[in-house]
């Protein structure tokens, strides 16, 4: 064979890019895609399946769902502020601070993004809450209960995608600012505020989004006095049983997630383009003098903002009748209604397991084939890989039971459709922690070993893999965690006699009785537990320097 019929047949080849990302885009396209343009259409058509643009436009110019949508993105702009204003301070000190203990400082950081929504919600009630450890603030049934809640849940997302960014700026300039005359505080609005400005807009962006789709937390901490989209299409649905109604407020809110998920595309692009990066190690410095001061009061701020709830919830688990008690925990192994709490978690658990490996193999290979594609492919598959995180669990879920009964088999019944659901929400993260550890990866490396005669998959198996397996490792332990406490999605698809944990959480929350809130309570100290553990190793195995999360 000569060579220029050799590159006749390179060139007529499909990009490897192509072929990699093949699987994960049908996995999209089937399980994600399908049923989200199945809600655009159910919103678009009347009883009768006629196009009807004209009563959808009717439909959303009701003054309540323009209420409600007012409400969603109200909350969601106040708890990005909330959030920004917690987090950043955060993000300084585990990124220019070197103190003992910077590990667990990270593992509490980072516990509760992955705790589940409806556990959250949980323990800002314990604390909120008549005899609660903050009852005498009256916050309980207010919305700054839910801001707090959703604050709580996202200082991760500020302190680590911010945090990433700053451990890495070159501090020299900063200094050469300051050696010129500016004060500290002018030295740091004019050099590192513009410096980090393009990864706390993505942060907001992405905060805002989270807060924008919020479910578990706004329906514990809201009832039916605080309504977001979220809520109310879930209402809608299981409640009011107008599927129209449900879909057209989807698609309200998917304006909304499009809009958020552009700004943070377009801020990560700006970002990866600007920035010159330092090694970690050599920016962090022990604080001396009156540093010690600002170290203590972030502190304080990480023990009562992302401490406390947890303590609350679970002192609250141990008297859930005002009396020190392990009540909650002995029924929680007891059979009512036919279920049981040991029964919910091994469920749980088992699901769990099903759905990272499923996000695992897909987010990896779409991982692999956006490192490997080029030019404005590359960025755009970059941010569509995020969309299923913003797309609300609560829509999946309504768009599964109207399209996944087409399918050969009805996998509306099965056993699958709750990991593959809860794989969707894992898939973005894994994709996240991975991509960074792959695109940091030498590529000498990679040619010498082409060079030598070695097949690409050899190539990723003997070069790559080894340089990314602690990141692959903690994004697998991360997709556990998230899919261990999914809520939105899983209450749409779970079977009644066969929840998850925290399903039956949610179930046993909304009805009266010490009993179900005392198993309620200690179902979400467990969750708690095992999810302090897994992110515990995570952060033990993963590798410092690369990746947000």
């Known amino acids: 064979m000569t060579a220029s019929t050799k590159e006749q047949r390179r060139r007529r080849a499909l990009p490897p890019a192509l072929l990699i990302g093949a699987g994960p885009v049908i996995f999209l396209a089937v399980f994600f895609a399908w049923p989200v343009s199945a809600i655009v259409y159910r919103g678009l058509v009347d009883e009768s399946g006629q196009f009807d643009p004209?009563?959808?436009?009717?439909?959303?110019?009701?003054?309540?769902?323009?209420?409600?949508?007012a409400f969603t993105v109200g909350q969601a702009a106040a708890s990005t502020v909330l959030t920004l204003a917690a987090g950043l301070p955060v993000a300084w000190l585990l990124a220019r601070v070197a103190i003992p203990g910077r590990t667990l400082l990270r593992v509490v950081v980072t516990v509760p993004f992955v705790l589940p929504?409806?556990?959250?919600?949980?323990?800002?009630?314990?604390?909120?809450?008549?005899?609660?450890?903050?009852?005498?603030?009256?916050?309980?049934?207010?919305?700054?209960?839910?801001?707090?809640?959703?604050?709580?849940f996202n200082v991760a997302v500020v302190a680590r995608t911010v945090g990433s960014v700053w451990a890495h700026l070159d501090p020299r300039t900063e200094q050469a600012a300051r050696s010129l005359g500016a004060s500290p505080a002018r030295a740091f609005c004019t050099v590192t505020v513009p410096a980090l400005?393009?990864?706390?807009?993505?942060?907001?962006?992405?905060?805002?989004?989270?807060?924008?789709t919020s479910f578990g937390v706004v329906l514990v901490l809201?009832?039916?006095?605080?309504?977001?989209?979220?809520?109310?299409?879930?209402?809608?649905?299981?409640?009011?049983?107008?599927?129209?109604?449900?879909?057209?407020?989807?698609?309200?809110?998917?304006?909304?997630?499009?809009?958020?998920?552009?700004?943070?595309?377009?801020?990560?692009?700006?970002?990866?383009?600007?920035?010159?990066?330092?090694?970690?190690?050599?920016?962090?410095?022990t604080p001396r003098g009156r540093q010690w001061i600002g170290v203590g009061a972030v502190l304080a701020l990480v023990a009562s903002l992302l401490i406390v709830p947890p303590c609350a919830l679970l002192v609250r688990s141990l008297r859930p009748r005002?009396?020190?008690?392990?009540?909650?925990?002995?029924l929680l192994a007891q059979t009512r209604d036919g279920v049981s709490g040991v029964d919910a978690t091994l469920l749980s658990l088992r699901t769990a397991t099903d759905a990272a490996i499923l996000s695992l193999v897909v987010g990896v290979l779409a991982a692999i084939a956006i490192a490997q594609a080029r030019g404005r492919f590359a960025w755009?598959?970059?941010?569509?890989?995020?969309?299923?995180?913003?797309?609300?669990?609560?829509?999946?879920?309504?768009?599964?039971?109207?399209?996944?009964?087409?399918?050969?088999?009805?996998?509306?019944?099965?056993?699958?459709?709750?990991?593959?659901?809860q794989a969707l929400v894992a898939i973005p993260l894994v994709v996240r922690i991975v991509l960074p550890a792959m695109r940091a990866v030498n590529a000498r490396l990679r040619e010498g070993a082409a060079v030598l005669g070695a097949s690409p998959v050899r190539v990723w198996f003997t070069i790559d893999l080894p340089l990314v397996a602690r990141s692959i490792a903690a994004a697998a332990g991360f997709a556990f965690v998230v899919t261990v406490g999914e809520f939105g999605a899983t209450s749409f698809l779970a079977r009644a006699g066969d929840p998850t944990l925290p399903v039956l959480i949610g179930r046993l929350i909304a009805r009266p009785g010490a009993e179900n809130a005392s198993v309620a309570l200690a179902g979400a100290v467990l969750l708690v537990a095992v999810t302090a553990t897994v992110v515990t190793i995570i952060e033990i195995v993963r590798i410092r320097d690369v990746g947000e999360f």
């Open 380 to 421: 755009i598959a970059d941010g569509a890989i995020l969309i299923p995180l913003g797309i609300s669990a609560v829509t999946v879920g309504f768009g599964f039971l109207i399209t996944l009964g087409r399918l050969p088999g009805d996998l509306r019944s099965s056993a699958i459709l709750i990991p593959i659901a």
């Open 54 to 69: 004209l009563g959808t436009v009717q439909l959303l110019g009701r003054a309540s769902v323009w209420d409600i949508a």
């Open 117 to 152: 929504t409806v556990v959250v919600g949980i323990a800002f009630r314990a604390l909120f809450s008549d005899g609660g450890l903050l009852g005498f603030t009256g916050l309980d049934g207010t919305v700054w209960a839910i801001l707090l809640a959703h604050a709580f």
């Open 197 to 212: 400005a393009p990864a706390i807009v993505s942060a907001a962006a992405v905060v805002f989004l989270f807060c924008a």
């Open 322 to 330: 005002g009396e020190w008690s392990l009540e909650g925990y002995r």
């Open 222 to 285: 809201g009832g039916t006095r605080y309504r977001t989209l979220e809520t109310e299409i879930y209402l809608q649905t299981v409640q009011v049983f107008d599927l129209r109604m449900a879909a057209v407020l989807s698609l309200l809110q998917m304006l909304a997630i499009a809009g958020a998920i552009a700004v943070a595309t377009l801020a990560r692009r700006g970002r990866e383009r600007a920035l010159s990066l330092r090694p970690m190690d050599s920016t962090a410095r």
